[in-house]
């Protein structure tokens, strides 16, 4: 099967209600997981702090930061349990946040993650994340997070050339894509293939601590390293105690940015 044709035909079970996707609320102590099948994680959301990003991928991915500390806009491909959602509305004040959520039922939990209602500067779309971005208007995005899986892997239609072709088109100048990929996927070094040439090989890859993720950063006509800050301070808005659960990881995504400088 090619991989364009699993593609279209994933999108197409899904939209007729059809995957075998199982959408599963499960509890361990103190955390509430959102899971697609028996045991794959994909979202977990802390009862008495919901805002705080548990998933150490999750927290890596805030290194967009560095490149775009005072976003105008955002835009979400993947809603999950809505852990960077919540994060980024809280802490960005003023940030606009469109996110993208193919599959109904997840949408339909957004009340049990306290999911933000929609408003005048945040909203969940119900929609395919690659038609979406292909629908949309050049430099429309100052910041794009991709985080689309199922129990399986990446929807593939987010792996495509076109796809990430679109993204970089609807980023502004200096704009950032942060996406969760995961190394064991088959088509890992194909994505990153694919990345690097849609951003003329803007490309910072850093591996999070836990489950085989790797969080790859594509910078938009300015270098991947560029003007990079020489110490890290909360982001204007941000409550301190939740810049102090993300420091560590955005200093790792930092500290390998400054390795490409180094080296270049």
């Not at 399986?152 to 996406?179: E, I, W």
């Not at 990929?181 to 003329?200: K, N």
Request: net charge negative; proline share 4%.
């Amino acid at each position: 099967m090619s991989f364009e044709f699993e593609s279209a035909l994933q999108n197409a079970l899904v939209q007729a209600g059809l995957t075998q996707r199982d959408v599963r609320v499960q509890h361990q102590r103190f955390d509430q997981m959102l899971s697609f099948g028996s045991t794959d994680v994909q979202s977990a959301m802390d009862l008495r702090n919901p805002d705080r990003l548990v998933l150490n991928y999750t927290r890596v991915m805030m290194g967009f930061a560095l490149f775009q500390p005072r976003p105008r806009n955002m835009l979400m491909i993947g809603l999950g349990g809505g852990s960077l959602p919540k994060f980024c509305h809280r802490h960005f004040p003023g940030t606009d946040i469109t996110v993208v959520e193919i599959d109904p039922r997840v949408i339909a939990l957004r009340d049990r993650f306290e999911v933000p209602p929609d408003q005048h500067d945040f909203r969940v779309v119900q929609a395919d994340g690659a038609d979406f971005v292909a629908a949309m208007d050049d430099a429309s995005y100052d910041v794009i997070m991709v985080d689309g899986f199922d129990a399986d892997c990446m929807a593939p239609s987010l792996g495509t050339q076109n796809f990430y072709d679109q993204c970089a088109r609807l980023l502004t100048a200096g704009g950032v894509m942060a996406c969760n990929l995961h190394e064991l996927d088959l088509y890992f070094g194909a994505y990153l293939e694919r990345i690097a040439l849609s951003f003329d090989g803007e490309v910072l890859g850093v591996a999070a601590r836990e489950c085989g993720n790797s969080v790859v950063f594509a910078r938009k006509h300015m270098g991947i390293d560029a003007h990079l800050p020489k110490h890290l301070r909360c982001p204007s808005g941000m409550a301190e105690q939740a810049w102090a659960g993300i420091e560590a990881d955005v200093h790792d995504v930092l500290r390998r940015a400054r390795d490409i400088q180094a080296f270049a």
